[in-house]
């Protein structure tokens, strides 16, 4: 499971299909290999089949972490706002240092326009942890959305600073 993993991180989910072909036929109900297979979906843009997946998950362990983050990604896909936001407040409650989830509860005010939540929601993850791409990204956004055109951005500067490789920064950069 962890050389899965490792690829899946890497985005190699062809290679990490083919480890996980067997595994599942001989384990076809093992939840962490399912929650792989699921993820692979989701870094192929399958977001359906993802979908079924991790829903077998959570039936099994309702509140697997993992399964719930890639289910609140994949409502985040389908633009199924309200049920996203039930999903990360429900993983806030239980996590309530986790700066991953405010970060992704951020940006998804951001995709319905709520600026000053996204922006409160980013701040309070970055108490948690400062070097939070995701809460830095959100910052960012707001900036750009509150004050256009001042692209010298506190939260631009740390995100260059502490994510020069991230694809949020590289975008955020451009825009």
């Not at 948690?128 to 001042?150: K, W």
Request: hydrophobic share 40%; net charge negative.
């Amino acid at each position: 499971m962890q050389q899965v993993e490792a690829l899946l991180e890497r985005r190699r989910t062809s290679q990490a299909r083919a480890l996980l072909k067997p595994a599942l036929a001989t384990n076809p109900q093992h939840t962490g290999l399912l929650l792989q297979s699921a993820w692979a979906d989701y870094l192929d843009d399958e977001y359906d089949d993802a979908l079924a997946t991790v829903r077998q998950v959570l039936v099994s362990e309702p509140k697997n972490d993992w399964a719930r983050l890639l289910y609140f990604e994949l409502l985040l896909q389908k633009e199924e706002s309200a049920e996203a936001e039930r999903v990360i407040i429900e993983l806030l409650r239980e996590n309530p240092e986790h700066a991953h989830y405010y970060g992704r509860y951020a940006q998804l005010m951001l995709r319905t326009l709520n600026v000053a939540k996204s922006r409160q929601l980013a701040l309070e993850g970055l108490k948690y942890d400062p070097d939070s791409a995701e809460c830095l990204a959100a910052q960012v956004v707001c900036d750009f959305i509150e004050r256009p055109g001042n692209s010298a951005s506190q939260a631009l500067q740390q995100l260059l600073v502490r994510h020069p490789q991230s694809a949020h920064t590289l975008l955020l950069i451009v825009i």
